[in-house]
């Protein structure tokens, strides 16, 4: 089992920057790669992006391309999402996920945290 617990949300204004963390734990040491979603109201779970435990390499979706930085502390079995030049459009809840496959990209994320709100205002 792997528990994750997305933190680091809030309300912020258009411009702002924030960080989110997700801690992990459990069997950590079967993580292959972790990744970020969003889902905002009345729309689909959306892909940010993915970074593996060992290599740190790093892919990410071309919406957020250059925007968001997803990284990893291995040693406090975190990682993080920093997001900047934030939109009233990234309104949404933010959800951690690892997956156990060695496939790359990821094909599956078996473990998902319950996800912390991120508001933008304008």
């Known amino acids: 089992q792997v528990q994750l617990v997305e933190s680091g949300g809030g309300l912020v204004q258009a411009g702002d920057s924030l960080r989110l963390s997700c801690a992990a734990s459990?069997?950590?040491?079967?993580?292959?790669?972790m990744g970020w979603f969003r889902q905002a109201p009345g729309k689909e779970r959306e892909f940010l992006a993915t970074?593996?435990?060992?290599?740190?390499?790093?892919n990410y979706a071309d919406s957020v391309k250059g925007r968001f930085l997803i990284s990893r502390d291995n040693a406090e079995n975190t990682v993080f999402l920093g997001m900047n030049e934030l939109k009233t459009e990234d309104t949404a809840v933010y959800y951690c996920?690892?997956?156990?496959?060695?496939?790359?990209?990821?094909?599956?994320?078996?473990?998902w945290g319950q996800g912390t709100q991120v508001t933008v205002s304008s």
């Open positions: 970074i593996t435990r060992k290599t740190g390499f790093a």
């Open positions: 996920a690892a997956s156990l496959g060695g496939a790359w990209p990821p094909l599956e994320y078996e473990y």
């Open positions: 459990g069997r950590t040491f079967n993580v292959y790669a």
